[in-house]
């Protein structure tokens, strides 16, 4: 909500007969009058009642609103005695509506990652606003009303995170701002994280290679979708070291914040609601034409046998709607002089391949190409391991259908059902692949 707004502010707008406590027809009536896309759902409404309805009874009083919100109520206050101004106070409700979308959502998932440090003055992450890096990156044009071209563009490379102005960022309360019930009838979150190769060692798109396929991605679903996103992109989220290999100890602490606990890997790639671009194409003749320090050879392991960029695309794999893994290099070539839009990208980008146990994740791993092995490869295991539980022990529906599994990737997946993680599932659809008689054998056994 816009400061100086109480929480009994917004429970008075919402509860519209003043009967002290909230229906999902009162929840609706605020949601409905949004702008900017599909409001939620009487579905959502009811669900979103139920999250929070300690006492059972189908509404939320005003002590199970301050619960949803993350703020109880003075002890023992059950009611609430405010001057009854909606016109004064309806912003405040629109903005208190926005919010619930937000926690729909799962937002509040992320805010460890992208809050501000009060001690520090800074988040850990910090997400770029799409419009920014189309004009200001990209170089695009700004036609108006989502609308972007890119004749004449002349892309920069990459600013890391410390040479960007504020402007350049989306802020936590941006986000929670946002209306993430989307056009296209898609609902996730309005984030796009991005999983790529570093090309160099000092740099990871030195060339801009990445900075075109990525631009030409976030027009396309700017244009299907409206409105903006938050882009993470590692060098301009996170801050990264200076010529001589330093981070200031504000900036050092903070770094660690990302990757502390499950990090960065569970809270944005692996989160049910944020769309996830993996760039898995090396520039053609790579890496003829780049720098590296001497003694230093180039990293020629394709995406898939680096192991941050590996573990990145597992998780993102885990529970997301097929429509928000996109992998933006599987576009026919003949692509990098056009501009697809976002259903090319649907049609050739959103297969993906069967989630792993964690020993066979481990197994695997030990292939990967790492910088530092030793440091990472263990890092990266416990991050998945601890996703894979999270993710799975949690999910109630799981969609894999149309991804042209065979019996190899049907067995891979028996074995995470014969795991026992699945305590929570009740759908799983499987349909529209090519699953044979020994595939379906090993689900059944499973």
């Known amino acids: 909500m816009r400061r100086g707004a109480s929480l009994a502010e917004a429970f008075t707008v919402f509860d519209r007969d003043g009967s002290g406590y909230l229906t999902a027809d009162e929840v609706m009536q605020i949601l409905l009058r949004q702008g900017g896309g599909h409001p939620l759902s009487y579905q959502d409404a009811h669900q ?16 199970e609103f301050c619960m949803a919100f993350g703020n109880a109520p003075a002890s023992g206050a059950t009611s609430i005695g405010v001057r009854r101004d909606r016109t004064v106070q309806y912003d405040d409700a629109v903005g208190l509506a926005s919010h619930v979308t937000w ?17 520090l003055g800074d988040s850990p992450v910090r997400l770029v606003d799409a419009r920014y890096f189309l004009t200001e990156i990209a170089g695009y044009r700004d036609e108006g ?7 004449g563009a002349q892309p920069r ?7 960007l102005p504020d402007k350049a960022f989306i802020t936590l309360d941006q986000l929670r701002q946002m209306n993430h019930s989307q056009r296209g009838g898609q609902e996730c979150l309005r984030i796009i994280v991005v999983s790529h190769m570093w090309l160099q060692p000092d740099h990871p798109d030195p060339k801009m290679t990445t900075v075109k396929d990525l631009a030409k ?14 882009l993470f992109v590692d060098f301009m989220s996170v801050l990264q070291k200076d010529k001589a290999g330093n981070r200031t100890p504000q900036e050092t602490e903070l770094f660690k914040m990302v990757f502390e606990g499950q990090g960065m890997t569970s809270e944005l790639y692996s989160h049910a609601g944020t769309y996830v671009f993996k760039v898995t194409k090396q520039p053609h003749g790579y890496p003829a034409g780049f720098s590296f320090p001497p003694g230093i050879q180039a990293n020629q392991a394709e995406y898939d046998r680096r192991g ?10 885990f529970v997301k709607p097929a429509e928000i893994v996109i992998d933006l290099s599987k576009l026919p070539d003949t692509w990098e002089t056009e501009v697809p839009n976002w259903d090319d990208y649907l049609r050739a980008g959103r297969l993906r391949g069967p989630p792993l146990v964690p020993v066979a994740f481990n197994e695997r791993l030990q292939t990967m190409r790492f910088t530092t092995p030793a440091i990472d490869g263990p890092a990266v295991y416990e991050m998945y391991k601890s996703a894979f539980s999270s993710h799975y022990g949690a999910a109630e529906e799981l969609e894999f ?3 042209q599994w065979g019996d190899a990737e049907a067995i891979e997946f028996a074995q995470v059902i014969s795991s026992g993680v699945l305590t929570n599932l009740k759908r799983l659809r499987l349909d529209k692949n090519n699953i044979g008689d020994v595939g379906m054998a090993e689900l059944a056994r499973s």
């Open 103 to 119: 926690l729909k959502h799962g937002g509040e998932r992320l805010e460890r990652l992208l809050a501000v440090v009060p001690r």
């Open 401 to 403: 259908q149309s991804m």
């Open 145 to 151: 009303s989502g609308y972007y071209s890119l004749m």
């Open 308 to 317: 941050w960029c590996y573990m990145e695309s597992s998780v993102a794999n």
């Open 157 to 163: 490379i990459l600013p890391k995170r410390q040479e």
């Open 217 to 230: 991605a976030i027009m396309a679903l700017v244009h299907d979708k409206g409105g903006t996103f938050g």
């Open 48 to 63: 979103f009642i139920n999250a929070f309805d300690i006492n059972g009874d189908g509404v939320l009083n005003y002590s």
